[in-house]
């Protein structure tokens, strides 16, 4: 039996422990409207989020509006992230600043701006520039987590499905899907767990070729496995291409490729296994809870966001569920800039 709510109040103990009061993240959940989160399913979501906050010690504060909602069939989230437009040179700068930290090394050795210029993309496509200097796209909260003003109200939206939640109360899910696990990974792509290479998917699926908008995490994503040279092997958004890691030349995590062209899954997750990579694997397996782990963390301190204490390690639960469930990332909306 998987009692919704544990895990959250696992990782905040952990990482409470002896520390001293500093500094923090804050996330707030909102909710309101006919199909707002009320009682338990409020409380465990901000739970979610407090799991993600009490992590960082960056100094900002992060909206996110959630509800239920009519969601497909099998999906038992989704979550769209509010992004902004910031040159290379910009981010560039942020992120380098930031490379004297424990386990960001690699940030000092960022590509220039040729090599991602060019990365490796499907006929057709380019990767979006200024003279030459790409334009990445940022969730907004993690805009705000490298030093930048953010003018948004919202930085992200978050549905859960009706069909699995609205009548969840009680804080029981015997049997279902972890209901805190799906909050805290819907949040993970709030805070900035998005690859482009959904867009290069999607608009293949469309015959649409575009010009792409990296992000932050595009910085890390390579063919195959760890990449010969962090700084100039040749980062790959194709769907196409078999299979990719996110890797920052020391490490290297599996993520998918795209749902249409590529392994059949949104190319913004890490690719399925057991014991999982992170909460931020593509689907949740029933009857499972999925907390945060060094993964996923690692990730997100490579796109800017600051550790607030040591890592608490792996957390990691045994799945023991047959069936699964796809934790689905919208399409995103329309770029705030
Ligand atoms: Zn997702």
Redesign the pocket.
């Known amino acids: 039996m998987v009692r919704a709510g544990r895990l959250g109040a696992i990782v905040l103990a952990g990482l409470t422990c002896g520390v001293p009061a500093r500094a923090s993240m804050v996330i707030n959940i909102v909710s309101s409207g006919a199909d707002a989160l009320t009682g338990n399913a409020l409380a465990v979501a901000q739970n979610a989020a407090n799991a993600w906050a009490s992590l960082f010690s960056n100094d900002i504060t992060i909206n996110v509006q959630m509800s239920f909602a009519d969601l497909g069939s099998g999906v038992l989230g989704s979550?769209s992230t509010a992004e902004t437009t910031l040159s290379y040179s910009q981010v560039y700068g942020s992120l380098r600043a930031e490379a004297g930290q424990s386990g960001k090394g690699a940030l000092a050795n960022l590509p220039g701006n040729s090599t991602l210029l060019n990365t490796t993309l499907p006929s057709g496509y380019s990767v979006a520039n200024t003279g030459g200097v790409p334009n990445l796209t940022l969730a907004t909260a993690d805009a705000k987590a490298l030093g930048y003003s953010v003018g948004v109200a919202s930085d992200g939206t978050i549905e859960m499905a009706k069909s699995y939640y609205s009548g969840w109360a009680s804080g029981d899910t015997t049997g279902a899907f972890d209901y805190e696990s799906v909050v805290i990974?819907?949040i993970g792509?709030v805070l900035g767990f998005i690859s482009s290479e959904d867009t290069v998917d999607y608009d293949l699926q469309q015959n649409n070729p575009s010009a792409i908008f990296l992000t932050p995490l595009d910085l890390l994503r390579f063919s195959g496995g760890l990449p010969g040279d962090f700084m100039n092997t040749l980062r790959d958004l194709s769907p196409t291409t078999g299979a990719q890691v996110l890797s920052d030349g020391v490490v290297a995590y599996s993520v998918c490729t795209g749902a249409y062209y590529g392994s059949g899954c949104?190319a913004?997750?890490w690719t399925d296994t057991s014991p999982a990579i992170g909460v931020?694997q593509?689907a949740l397996p029933g009857g499972t809870v999925q907390g945060i782990t060094s993964a996923d963390i690692w990730a997100m301190e490579m796109i800017g966001y600051d550790l607030a204490v040591p890592e608490p390690g792996t957390v990691v639960f045994l799945a023991t569920g047959l069936a699964v469930l796809a934790?689905?990332?919208r399409r995103r909306s329309p770029r705030s800039v």
């Open positions: 979550a990974h819907e792509h949104q913004s997750h931020m593509y934790i689905l990332r």
